[in-house]
């Protein structure tokens, strides 16, 4: 049954997580993008860097009013269908930034106005990707292998910024038609989703059973697993949608995925605006912004592999959150360009390697419907402080000049989490029994 075991999961990973990666690489891109529009936008529209912060954060408002609902329709009509509605319809929304200007002179509403309003829209049109495509993961991989298998789909978010970084800064040269660099920015970095959103109908399979690309045995091994999996969950406990939205273990999951994203976006909205501090070039801006996600996928893959190794997940989360700790904090305290850089780095490698050893652990604990609201839950909460961290930066930045403040407050945010993760309980036997559960299947 190895035999199988292997072809399966080697299908599996061949045929999904390429394309998963392309999916959230264009995803990321058009939720940060607007980091960079900002070193020329926010003057052309007249945002001041706490009215940039609030517009920055507006779009995890919208994400949050409908994470739970998009997940919960993703169940029912299924993920291929639902994954390519947001994707076609974000991808339309973010194109739209480029004419706030135009919009605001077609409708009176204020530049600032139109600039809030497509922040909210753009968070709800992308409401339910990430916990949407963790669940269908779920789908189609044994717990033995998650953590490796989410991080490596994760590997979109450095990859979109190793390469989405210097692309945005050099688009911010381009003219033309009438449109500055920051609005050739948003239209060209929106066009990808549209077009991968209709590659999504093509090309994903909802279930194994309807997988036309696998034999026989290997869908019948992998569906024995995922049924042995779940039943060996609810006999210990089954928990009802209501129960996984109050259940205090998701609450205290959302406060440790809380303070990571503080921290995360809090830093990824201004980090070109801090590197452009350095007293360099648009292009080499996006250069130097690029560098902590190197660090940052590496990282992330390395840390993965050793959680899943060890089949422990909340100490390897906890020491992550302190590395993006220590690194933010210095940052902001020390002014020395290399060393601010080099501190960037070493916090982005604990801010990327967070998520994908986090994820197996409400995993652990939820089934079928329950974990699809319990895991839309735990990110649509814990990205509300992708409104607060990206606010506080701004606003604090207007009133004393200077982003140290701010760092400070965001370093704070992550240790909290370090201390919340280490107190999470969860049962250690279940989560090694999960892990062994792919081989007792057999």
């Not at 779940?230 to 129960?243: G, I, P, T």
């Not at 921290?263 to 909205?269: I, L, T």
């Not at 700790?325 to 060393?339: E, H, K, N, R, W």
């Not at 207007?398 to 400070?408: E, M």
Request: glycine content about 10%; overall charge neutral.
């Amino acid at each position: 049954m190895e035999d199988v075991e292997k072809r399966v999961i080697g299908k599996v990973m061949r045929r999904l997580i390429p394309f998963l990666i392309v999916c959230y690489f264009v995803a990321y891109l058009d939720r940060v993008n607007v980091s960079f529009a900002a070193l020329h936008m926010n003057q052309a529209v007249g945002l001041s860097e706490a009215a940039f912060g609030l517009g920055a954060g507006l779009f995890f408002i919208g994400y949050f009013l409908f994470e739970v609902p998009s997940n919960i329709f993703l169940e029912r009509v299924g993920a291929r269908v639902w994954i390519a509605r947001i994707m076609i319809t974000w991808g339309i929304v973010s194109a739209a930034f480029a004419f706030i200007p135009s919009i605001s002179a077609a409708t009176g509403v204020p530049n600032e106005g139109v600039f809030y309003s497509l922040r909210l829209l753009l968070g709800a049109c992308e409401a339910g990707f990430f916990p949407g495509i963790i669940f269908y993961l779920t789908l189609w991989f044994p717990a033995a292998y998650r953590a490796r298998v989410i991080s490596l789909f994760m590997l979109a978010i450095p990859i979109s910024s190793i390469i989405g970084s210097p692309i945005s800064g050099m688009l911010l040269g381009l003219t033309g038609w009438g449109l500055d660099g920051w609005q050739w920015l948003f239209l060209i970095e929106g066009l990808p989703s549209i077009l991968v959103g209709i590659g999504v109908l093509l090309y994903l399979t909802d279930f194994p059973r309807q997988a036309r690309w696998l034999q026989k045995d290997e869908i019948a091994w992998l569906e024995d697993v995922q049924a042995t999996e779940k039943r060996n969950k609810e006999k210990v406990e089954h928990l009802s949608l209501l129960q996984a939205l109050t259940d205090a273990r998701i609450l205290l999951c959302a406060a440790v995925y809380f303070c990571l994203n503080a921290a995360s976006y809090g830093v990824a909205f201004f980090l070109p605006t801090i590197i452009k501090g350095f007293g360099v070039s648009d292009a080499q801006t996006g250069l130097l912004a690029a560098l902590p996600f190197v660090f940052g996928g590496i990282g992330m893959v390395l840390l993965g592999r050793h959680s899943d190794r060890t089949m422990e997940r909340k100490g390897h989360v906890a020491v992550a959150l302190l590395m993006a700790a220590v690194g933010i904090g210095l940052a902001g305290l020390l002014s020395d360009p290399i060393i601010v850089m080099a501190l960037l780095c070493f916090a982005q490698i604990g801010v990327s390697s967070v998520p994908p050893m986090f994820w197996p652990l409400p995993a652990s604990f939820l089934t079928g419907a329950s974990a699809a609201a319990g895991i839309a839950a735990i990110n649509s909460l814990g990205n509300l402080s992708g409104f607060a961290g990206p606010y506080a930066m701004g606003y604090l930045k207007d009133l004393t000049g200077n982003f140290t403040i701010g760092l400070l407050l965001l370093a704070g945010c992550a240790v909290v989490g370090a201390a919340i993760v280490s107190r999470l309980r969860i049962d250690v036997k279940r989560e090694h029994l999960s892990g062994e559960i792919s081989l007792a299947a057999h």
